[in-house]
């Protein structure tokens, strides 16, 4: 069974801190994926990563940088906080083919205040 | 550029009624069309996808490539079935998928 896991569930976070967000795959995914998701807006995906220290942006990468340097763990980091990056963050993961589906995590709800 | 759009923020129907959520895609090649659902506190997964054609907890879908729609039906709603479902599309040789803005399923007992 594919596992994913968010580092958190919920995090409180101040304007302007460093935000580490950590996901871990178990099934040696080649694809990792992190997309945030908003009421009314559906899922947008910010960064992707095809392999390890690959990355590509998505749709929505401002403000937002990622790291690979394992294959199992993708990181999403938000240099410096804003209050419209308060969301849910999901992270999600694949094998290599493109046909194969996406296994998420349990999201992590980011509150910025 | 690709494009998936559900009509439907909010669907709500009676226990035992037919279901229809409607999702309709902008893409100029041949896609790869999903459906994935996410229950309350639980994770996003997918329901089913268009290749497989197969049947999942009573839903299907049909890919029409005239009406450019992925439709997801189920005859007869059960109260299990609320949820948030979204539907999403792949191109041709991409690694992304691109969602729409999720539609809320409400079965009324």
């Known amino acids: 069974d594919v596992k994913v896991t968010q580092s958190s569930r919920y995090l409180v976070k101040r304007t302007g801190e460093k935000v580490f967000l950590e996901c871990v795959q178990d099934m040696d995914h080649e694809n990792m994926f992190w997309y945030r998701q908003d009421p009314g807006l559906g899922l947008r995906l910010i960064y992707f990563s095809y392999d390890v220290k690959m990355k590509e942006k998505g749709d929505i990468p401002e403000g937002y940088s990622v790291s690979r340097e394992k294959k199992e763990r993708f990181s999403l980091i938000l240099e410096s906080a804003s209050t419209n990056q308060t969301s849910m963050y999901l992270c999600?993961?694949?094998?290599?083919?493109?046909?194969?589906?996406?296994?998420f995590g349990p999201g992590t709800r980011l509150l910025v205040l | 550029a690709q494009r998936v759009t559900q009509p439907e923020k909010l669907l709500s129907v009676f226990k035992g009624a037919p279901v229809e959520l409607k999702c309709n895609y902008s893409?100029?090649?041949?896609?790869?069309l999903f459906w994935y659902v996410q229950y309350s506190r639980q994770r996003l997964q997918l329901l089913l996808r268009?290749?497989s054609r197969e049947s999942i907890k009573g839903f299907t879908a049909d890919l029409n490539k005239g009406e450019t729609s992925f439709h997801l039906k189920k005859p007869f709603a059960q109260e299990e079935d609320s949820a948030m479902y979204y539907c999403?599309?792949?191109?041709?040789?991409?690694?992304?998928?691109?969602f729409g803005k999720g539609t809320k399923l409400s079965v009324i007992p």
């Open positions: 999403a599309l792949r191109g041709a040789g991409s690694y992304q998928l691109t």
């Open positions: 893409y100029s090649g041949s896609p790869e």
């Open positions: 999600a993961s694949n094998l290599a083919g493109k046909a194969e589906t996406q296994y």
């Open positions: 268009h290749i």
